[in-house]
């Protein structure tokens, strides 16, 4: 027998399971953490630091991972897995890739996403490669919950569920008191369904005085995330986690910011981008008083986790932002 065994300081996952282990986020090395130098940080000359979260770094290549994987495990311990065969969910990106993986792992065998009307050809292609089923019949997310009610059926309600929240309460929130050594002052994060800011926040601020910043989209031309209008459809109670905001981002300043930080090597998305615009906006809000952010240290630091890469997107940069903004972006 080979002596090749799972570990986690050599990220290597063997065994029988291998694969649950590896999709597990509390068995992976954490998520990197990467701060922003001062060319990309107006304010690192005042004693603000930014870093970036990079979850789009999980084995899936998105955040959504730890949702899922937390709404899979508390479903599986209460005994609503029993006898399921097919999952469905009102999700057309990170959320719906990370069900597909996880669904085939907990013995479920189909895969059905609810998807909108205009989604693009490429994306359903990549949903139906690797075995979903795209559904785009009207209703969504209340079509899904009542689908979920079938015998045999199951509806992991990522907008409604607090599993959800409490995936980020568990793996993310604790991953960045420790990569921060404790000294973060501020959390700054996109809200879609309000799981990770919430999560995120419910761990952290029982640990160390901070503040918590929501940011929303404008329109709906930012993947991920939502309009506040969109967000009267979610269950979660995302206000409650917030200290201040949210911060409302053009479509153009998200894409700008994304593609400023994929050229310099951090291939953050747009809801990454508008987080981090959020973010830039909240500190000139506060007109160089930043005394109630402080650390021991005397410094603000700052946290934005991104939630997904550019790589979905990379045919919305030159139709959102004009010739001289992408000039601008990469200079």
Not at 123 to 142: P, S
Request: hydrophobic share 40%.
């Amino acid at each position: 027998m080979s002596e090749i065994n799972s570990s986690a300081g050599l990220n290597v996952f063997a065994g029988e399971h291998s694969l649950l282990d590896f999709l597990d986020p509390g068995k992976a090395p954490p998520t990197p953490m990467v701060e922003l130098p001062p060319e990309l940080n107006p304010y690192r000359d005042r004693c603000i630091r930014v870093f970036l979260k990079l979850q789009y770094m999980t084995p899936i290549f998105n955040g959504k991972l730890l949702a899922s994987r937390s709404l899979f495990e508390e479903a599986q311990a209460e005994g609503r897995l029993d006898g399921v065969h097919t999952l469905v969910e009102n999700s057309s990106g990170n959320k719906i890739f990370a069900d597909i993986f996880l669904a085939r792992l907990f013995g479920i065998k189909n895969v059905i996403a609810s998807v909108p009307r205009d989604i693009p050809p490429d994306k359903q292609t990549v949903l139906e490669l690797f075995g979903a089923t795209c559904d785009k019949t009207a209703g969504g997310i209340e079509r899904c919950r009542k689908l979920g009610r079938q015998a045999g059926w199951w509806n992991p309600a990522q907008y409604h569920e607090d599993a959800n929240v409490r995936g980020s309460e568990r793996w993310l929130g604790p991953q960045i008191l420790e990569q921060t050594c404790g000294e973060i002052t501020l959390l700054c994060a996109g809200i879609g369904t309000g799981g990770t800011i919430k999560g995120a926040r419910d761990y952290l601020s029982v640990q160390v005085p901070m503040r918590t910043i929501g940011v929303v989209p404008a329109t709906d031309e930012v993947p991920g995330t939502r309009t506040l209008r969109r967000l009267e459809e979610v269950g979660i109670e995302w206000r409650s986690a917030l200290d201040d905001g949210p911060v409302v981002v053009e479509a153009l300043e998200a894409y700008f910011h994304s593609l400023r930080l994929c050229s310099r090597g951090i291939l953050a998305g747009p809801s990454s981008g508008m987080a981090l615009a959020g973010l830039f906006k909240y500190l000139e809000r506060l007109v160089g008083d930043f005394s109630g952010l402080w650390n021991d240290n005397g410094e603000v630091v700052a946290v934005v986790p991104c939630p997904d890469s550019c790589m979905l997107y990379l045919d919305k940069y030159s139709t959102r932002l004009l010739p001289e903004d992408m000039e601008a972006a990469i200079a």
